[in-house]
Every structure is written in C-alpha cells, then in structure tokens.
C-alpha cells in the first residue's frame, strides 16, 4: 500500500488524524523535499521533531529518488506499507500525480490523505478562489535562460478579469556546473524565489510587449510563509511590494484581476501603507 499524505503548510502538527494513523502503520516513511518547504525546514532539527511525532525515522526524498528512483519506493509499496509525505496536498503540485499513476499501472494500491495547501489557503487574503484563472510558474532567469510563457497566461486571466496566483521558483539540489563537467556531482545551496525577485523579473518581460498585462501600478498580493505563525501577506502595487522585505520563504504572488467590492472590502485589511 502506498499512502500519500499531505502535511499542510505549518509545521508538524497540522497532520491530520487520519494522516498520523496512517504514518504510523507504515513500515516505511519519506519526505518529499523539493516541490515545498515545511515552515520549520527540513535541517536535521525539523526532521527530528516530524521522526519524534511519528516514532519513525523518515528518509529524505530529493528530486533526484522521486524523479529517477521512484520504482525503488514503487517495489517496496508492492510488499509493505509505506507512506510519502508531501507537505500542503498531495495534488498541489504535479510531480505526485505521476507518482499516483505509476503505482496504479502497478496495480498498487494507493490511498490519498488531503490536507491545507497553497491553492486554497491564498483564499486568506478575500479573492475569492472561484475568481482564478491559470495558475503560473516563475521560473529563475538566467543570464542566458529567460523563459517567459507564464506572460501570455496572465495576460489571458487577465483579459478575462481573472487573478493569477504566481507560484515561485524552487532551486534545491541544483548540480553546480563544474560539478556537471567534473562528472562528479556537487550541488548549489537552496534558492526559493522572493516575491521581489517574481516582481522583477514580470516587469522585465512585460516591457517586450506592446499591449502590457500589467504594469507596476497593477495591485497584487504577497504571501509569505502561508500557514504558519508568522506568514506575511500584504496587498499593493507591485511597485509597493517590490519594497516590502517578506522575510523567510516559502513566498507566492497573487496578480488580482476585476475585484468585488467584498473582495475590496478583505483586501484593505491588507493594504500596504507605505
Ligand atoms: C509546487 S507548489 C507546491 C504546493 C504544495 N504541495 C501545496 O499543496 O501547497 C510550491 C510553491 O507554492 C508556493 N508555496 C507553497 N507553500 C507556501 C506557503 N506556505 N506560503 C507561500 N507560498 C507557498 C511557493 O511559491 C512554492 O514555490
């Protein structure tokens, strides 16, 4: 049996009962580390407390074992229990879809344990959720890698007087180039986009287009750390926002289209006042 089992966006309470029976039938648990970040991190300190409350030990599951070595965790779901925990929901990001369909294929059984994620915990700030168009990417740019198809679906949500939630660039266990050409692999330290570094880089590719989707005035609200006790969410332009310091990750941004005064209403409590 393979169970996939959402944590929420907090820290380790905000497993659900069903979450923790399950967890805890397991004979063996990993930790999907690359698409999200529990607000406690995954450093030896975070893990041990999720290790304490489960009375399992976990196994840090990295890009590289879900992407190439999932048949290894597919095998041993085959045979015996096994749990993967993903933090938000399970379906909040894509890469567990083709987890959930492998193991079918399999013929595995998989059971699925919902919890809080970022597609509806950004409801917080009064947009309603039913008023959202296509949720985008931003990826890093780089000097020589700057793709930009996350424009023309903003452009069109916003056309249709609908908000965009930007979702941020994760970099965990990037191999560093001369590691690539050593054929040795050594890895860049972490990197999780900011809201600021999203502002900048929308504002570049907006500038290449005739008819903008938006500019620096269009209002937009920021989401840091969604979930836990300290997350920060602020609404303002996004010449506003590129000035706020949102602090530690996990950030989101949130491109409003047409508002309902209600929505107004909500926001305001938000308000930059700067
Ligand atoms: C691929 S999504 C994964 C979402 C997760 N599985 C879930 O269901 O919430 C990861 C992106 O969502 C955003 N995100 C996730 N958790 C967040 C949080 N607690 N606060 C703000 N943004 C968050 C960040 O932009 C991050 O790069």
């Not at 074992?65 to 041993?76: F, G």
Request: hydrophobic share 35%.
């Amino acid at each position: 049996m393979l169970y996939i089992i959402g944590l929420g966006l907090g820290d380790e309470r905000d497993i659900t009962m069903r979450g923790l029976e399950a967890v805890k039938s397991c004979e063996k648990v990993y930790m999907e580390a690359y698409t999200s970040l529990l607000s406690f991190g995954l450093d030896s300190h975070g893990l041990s407390n999720l290790e304490k409350l489960y009375g399992k030990s976990i196994t840090l599951a990295d890009r590289e074992m879900v992407e190439e070595k999932a048949h290894h965790i597919l095998e041993e779901a085959r045979h015996s229990h096994v749990a993967f925990l993903v933090v938000g929901d399970p379906f909040g990001a894509t890469t567990h879809t083709d987890l959930v369909v492998r193991a079918k294929k399999m013929g595995i059984h998989v059971q699925i344990v919902h919890n809080a994620s970022v597609l509806n915990a950004i409801g917080i700030c009064g947009l309603q959720l039913y008023r959202y168009g296509q949720t985008v990417s931003i990826p890093f740019f780089t000097d020589s890698w700057r793709p930009d198809s996350f424009y023309e679906k903003i452009h069109s949500n916003r056309t249709m007087g609908l908000h965009t939630l930007c979702l941020l660039d994760i970099r965990v266990k990037e191999p560093t180039l001369e590691s690539l050409a050593r054929g040795r692999k050594t890895y860049e330290p972490p990197r999780y986009m900011t809201i600021n570094t999203a502002i900048e880089q929308l504002l570049e590719v907006v500038q290449e287009h005739q008819q903008p989707a938006y500019t620096e005035d269009t209002q937009c609200v920021g989401f840091a750390r969604l979930g836990s006790d300290d997350q920060t969410i602020v609404a303002g332009t996004m010449r506003q926002l590129q000035m706020v310091d949102f602090g530690a990750p996990l950030h989101c941004l949130v491109i409003t289209g047409n508002t309902h005064p209600l929505e107004e209403e909500m926001l305001e409590f938000y308000r930059c006042r700067t």
